[in-house]
């Protein structure tokens, strides 16, 4: 039972000075899933994401990840590092590729990161084995494939639309080989039709890769057509969680945050 949650986060609470971030949330994530995470502006879901993998640490509750079946560990005071090395990966809500590297380098980095030498490490090429080398390259070409960035591979990042930055985004970060993958609003400021592309390939990273997915989006055509299950916050609190149908219906919800959605727009 405990095994098929690979998250579990219980009545935790995020405070900076008088801000309350995160108010008593509680959250399951079940191996497998993809699960969404939505609710407005500073609603606590990137917070929720920074607790998850070690960047904040909550005054209260816990955090039990199982990302690697048979080990649970307690995430809260744990190094963000630490929390990667078993198996957690994220993109973040602002694009953070390398724009003077190429489009293969960047993800070679999330490749070699992994293998213990450290973003700096692998910017100048850490001496490693041969070996290893190798292993990083093969896997980095294997996830342009799989990501369709191959043809770009020798490019430099910054001269990708912002589609494609965000697909390198998505490979580099299954390049450290999650269990789980994290993506904060993975489609803003992309196009209908690049939304419509990282729809299918985050459903595909899941049903190939078997990377479970916890997404944040603020597109809801895009949420409603991925996510199994949502969990909505706002001011810092769970209001609700179900699947889409669950959610669109439900009225608290409507209320605090998809009417408002549902008028702003299909952007
Ligand atoms: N490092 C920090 N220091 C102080 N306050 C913070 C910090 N991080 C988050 N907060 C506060 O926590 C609250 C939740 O912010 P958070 O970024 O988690 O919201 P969000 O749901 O991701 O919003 P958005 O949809 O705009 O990205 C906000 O009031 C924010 O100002
Ligand atoms: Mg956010």
Do not use: C, W
Not at 209 to 225: C, P
Request: charged share 25%; proline share 3%.
């Amino acid at each position: 039972m405990i095994d098929e949650l690979i998250f579990n986060v219980e009545n935790i609470t995020l405070r900076f000075g008088g801000v309350v971030s995160l108010n008593n949330v509680s959250l399951e994530m079940r191996r497998g899933e993809i699960l969404a995470v939505i609710g407005p502006n500073g609603a606590g879901k990137t917070s929720l994401f920074n607790s998850l993998t070690g960047v904040y640490q909550p005054q209260e509750g816990r955090i039990t990840l199982s990302a690697k079946s048979g080990r649970s560990v307690s995430v809260i005071g744990m190094k963000a590092h630490r929390v990667s090395s078993l198996g957690v990966a994220r993109t973040f809500q602002a694009s953070r590729i390398f724009g003077a590297l190429t489009t293969f380098e960047n993800v070679k980095i999330g490749a070699e990161s992994h293998r213990g030498i450290g973003i700096a490490g692998a910017m100048v090429r850490g001496p490693r084995t041969r070996h290893g080398e190798r292993e990083s390259d093969e896997l980095a070409v294997d996830l342009l494939d799989f990501v369709g960035l191959r043809s770009k591979a020798n490019l430099l990042a910054s001269s990708l639309s912002y589609g494609d930055r965000r697909r390198l985004e998505i490979a580099r970060a299954l390049a450290t080989r999650p269990q789980v993958l994290l993506l904060d609003e993975p489609a803003a400021g992309t196009n209908p039709s690049e939304k419509l592309e990282l729809t299918e390939l985050i459903r595909k990273v899941r049903d190939e890769r078997g990377v479970s997915i916890l997404l944040i989006e603020h597109d809801m055509k895009l949420v409603m057509a991925l996510a199994e299950r949502l969990y909505v916050l706002n001011f810092g609190s769970v209001i609700a969680e179900g699947t889409p149908e669950e959610i669109r219906a439900n009225e608290a919800v409507i209320e605090a945050y998809l009417g408002a959605a549902s008028t702003a727009g299909d952007s």
